[in-house]
């Protein structure tokens, strides 16, 4: 089901479709992993993804997955609904076995960019959403 949506959105940006179908999962699954990070700046109503991401994780991802600056602005603009919604409980399934191979990605180009592996986030995304 993710596929079939992830590539109807690839049909509408053609230089992504020369890109190898690895670097686009990638890019989708590292987003959904900083997710909680750069929703923590949010207000709890806001649900959709910001306009850009910051300069800190763009560069982290240009560099995790060795592209350009613009390419990775286009990656953003057409990936970052897909990237954004809930996953469903096959997606979640797959991220938890993909984060074993995301986080080379991590310890390699994120401390440059002050960027971790959110694997704790749950636990401040409650206390952060808490009714004080």
């Not at 079939?4 to 670097?23: C, G, H, M, N, W």
Request: glycine share 4%; hydrophobic share 45%; with cysteine.
């Amino acid at each position: 089901m993710a596929q079939r949506r992830l590539l109807s959105v690839l049909v509408e940006t053609p230089e992504l479709a020369q890109l190898p179908f690895d670097i686009l999962v990638t890019f989708v699954d590292l987003i959904r992993h900083v997710k909680p990070g750069l929703t923590w700046n949010q207000h709890s109503q806001l649900t959709d993804p910001p306009n850009t991401l910051p300069v800190s994780i763009h560069c982290f991802m240009r560099h995790a997955l060795d592209i350009t600056d613009e390419l990775g602005k286009v990656l953003w603009e057409t990936l970052k609904g897909f990237a954004w919604a809930e996953p469903d409980d096959d997606t979640n399934k797959w991220l938890a076995k993909r984060s074993v191979a995301l986080l080379p990605l991590f310890l390699r180009h994120g401390p440059a960019y002050g960027v971790g592996f959110y694997d704790f986030y749950e636990v401040f995304a409650t206390m952060m959403n808490w009714p004080w």
